[in-house]
């Protein structure tokens, strides 16, 4: 096709996240432009098994043949990390596992895409590592390796970013042995905010900001993002700000009644507030046995 233009873009999960991948890639071929070619790469863990990778690509498929998408395993199982949240770490990866790609856009998958991101990728990073929105931590200086790193500072700057949604330069990068350096501190330290306080540190002074609707639940963001605690699949509805964006991507994927039976059994009590005990109990006995998700995933692989 004419004047298509190309986009990098990255998720990294594994297979306790991989179906809300699932909503955060149907929003971000919905929102694409006529010419926007998406090259998706899926950084996962070894335990997404094929018939998960298989799932996820036929989604795929049913909202773009122009775009791509592949799927990379992480071979190093990163035994060295002081975390358990291993995952969180693959992002740092990116600039190993793409030898061949110089600039890509990471998100996490705790979000959806309100709009095309031809404006996001164009941004130039020729004298930067990365771009990012900033974070709304002022500085807490009860972290202990907050103190000894100096983050505290970067954040009374007010120049600490959130790591959900990256633009990425891996050619200055891997120049530079930036990613070496991010390896390094992970293997060294337990951040509290894990990827995020080694982003922060490591690249500081070579960071664009991007305006906040990049980031976040602002009504003009263009991607926004479930950061923190409350999340839209998790949490009563009413609470929190565009779940409802989020649960219109997700009845576009054949998770939805696992998201819906999900959603009633950590509601349960909200539920039984106001409905009498034993109906609230009926209900969701109904749901989560309508919903097995042993049955559903074996039925959907087989239809298709
Ligand atoms: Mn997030």
Redesign the pocket.
Known sequence: MMNSKEINIAFCFDENFWIYAGVTIVSLLETAEKQTKYSIYCIISNSLNNKMQNILESIFKLYSSFSSIKFIKVKNKLDKIKSNKKALYYRLLLPQILPDVNKIIY?????IFNSDLQDLYSIDLTNYYIAATKDGYKGNESYTLWQKYGICSIAKKEQYI???VLLLNLNNIRTDKIDTYWVELAEKESFPFHDQDIINLACKEKIVFLPEEYNFSYDIAKII????GGKPWASYQDTIKFSELWWFYAHKTPFISFFLANYYKSNYNSLTKVLPKWIGRFICWFILNKANRHKFFNKYVKDI
Do not use: E, Q, R
């Open positions: 998100t996490d998958i705790d979000l959130n790591s959900g993002h479930f950061a923190g």
